[in-house]
């Protein structure tokens, strides 16, 4: 099925020509983004989410490979010639328009007759509420309603696919909460395909639809929010998506043997052969702590969060384990370090990372 | 706002350039008023003034009266400088904006490390002396000159271009002495621009050309305003590249000034004539106050 499918990209690479050498920002980059849906490229900085936007958007070309929206390949098309826009992680409002005329810029170089531009201009000025505002420049606006005018001018001429350039990295932790419901509202209402590019695993997973972990140009993971926190494929991914425990093992039969030598149940065995040495992530929300019954451990540190209380633990090999308890409503859990207890772990909690 | 004591101490202490101030209205305005005075008196029988209220020069500077039969018409002579001089440094204008443009877009776009070679290489024309220049100009323009010689030898053209004392020839030489006063503001103003809006542009579906109009020239505006003014207030009053290049047959303002000081004995004339000067390049600064006040009213 390719007709519910927005942008494609294809096999795509980008070679940079740096003073130091060249750079690949993008190393054979394949991904299906669907029409409609809120997809996220997800990535520690510099692992090329920013290059990736801008190969969609045309300000550059791929070194190789291909871009087709909806069924037709783009790479050749100029970025004016594209329906696609982008709200740029600078803004990049015009200072010397109004936000009204900031709204209109793109329908009228669309060359929409003057009443659908004006018509339209007013629709996208209260969708995002800065109505009131209208006739103000740029620079008379703080950072979250510059961010609106941004959003509003790259909805104003309905592109077919929407890129977001962490838009809302600059604004502080609570706006950024607000313009996450607001942006989730726009995407809903709209029904345009938003492709949203974070470095905060938070954001991607409250936001998205579907997400892509990145990394060194390349693309590891794909998959909805859920996925990727219960299935990460690798270490990386599941460092990067929350926190994790990582635990050496080994396989046997059906299950793992630790370096401690107990036998526990995982899931994603299957995947790997008789006695192979493999990686295990756990949660540190699915570690349960009680007297006995599990693994013996040792607590070495707790950390008191508020709502929860970690608890760092050793194992009888010497490795560590994080334990994240909710805190009783007297806040002292009753362990302090030395303390010895046992460890099991919630059904399904413990993962064979694939690689 | 609240001064602080070092804003109030500094207020204080302005007596301090009083010598600087003393000397700055004495040459400024020194001999202008001498100026002013000049052009409401008599011309005298060989050079210099006599002192008798007269308004004969205001008169001169747009009418002559025939010295047989007494009829008075308008001094054509006059009025084709004074549109002479408007039109050229308008072209001026033009040509040192068309050109200055794409450089000071160039020297701006350099890397950091390149830039001050660049602007260092702009401003090396003015370490010579002008005079100097504008004869290298007519070294050029010389019907055996350079510029000749390559159309003729590379046949582009059959026979040696007259360009020299003719208005192209002044038109040419004031673009090449005043191009850096238009590049340096330019240069400022493109510096200052975020080039990210471009790419805006673009995104909202604007062409290269449009992009240009719409978003580029309208916000590096003030710059264009200054070098626009700082090329065509000196074009107006140019006096040794006409002079040069114009032969003595294609006077500007300046020249025709210089000429009734001189060889013509009328210095009230000469003087009434500064004095319109001043007042068209007062319009253009008005206008250019103007600009920048309504830039600054927007920002
Ligand atoms: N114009 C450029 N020239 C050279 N290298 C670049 C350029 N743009 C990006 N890069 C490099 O490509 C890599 C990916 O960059 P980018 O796509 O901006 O990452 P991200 O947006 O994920 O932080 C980085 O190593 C960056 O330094
Ligand atoms: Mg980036």
Redesign the pocket.
Known sequence: MTNNISVDVRSARKV?D?TSGT?V?LDSVSVQIRKGEFFTLL?P???????LLRLIAGFESPTAGEILLNGTDISGKPPFERPVNTVFQSYALFPHLTVRQNISFGLEMLGRPKDEVARKTDEVLELVKMTAMADRKPQQLSGGQQQRVALARALAPEPEVLLLDEPLSALDLKLRKEMQHELKRLQLETGITFIFVTHDQEEALTMSDRVAVMRDGRILQVGNPRDIYTRPVDRFVADFIGETNFLSATIDGKKVRLATGDTVAASGVEAHSEGAAVTLAIRPEQVRVDDKGGLAATVAETVYFGTDTHLHLTLGDGSELVARLQSPPSGEIGLSPGAKVSVSFTEGAVQVLEH | MAQTAEQKKAREGWLLSLPALTLLILAASGPLIIIAIYAFLTAGEYSGVIWDLSFKAWFQVLFEKDIFDGTVSLADAHLTIFWRSVRLSLLTTLLTFTFGLPTAWFIATRPLKQRALWLFLITIPFWTNLLVRTFAIMEVLRVEGILNKILTGLHIIPEPLQILYTDTAVLIGMTYVYLPLMVLPLFAAIDRFDFRLIEAGYDLYAGRLTVLRRVILPIIRPGIVAGSILVFVPSLGAYVTPRVLGGGKKMMIGNFIELQFGAGRNWPLGSALALILLLIVGIALIFYVRASASENKDG
């Open positions: 940079y740096a750079v920002a990535g900085s510099g692992c090329g989410k920013t290059t």
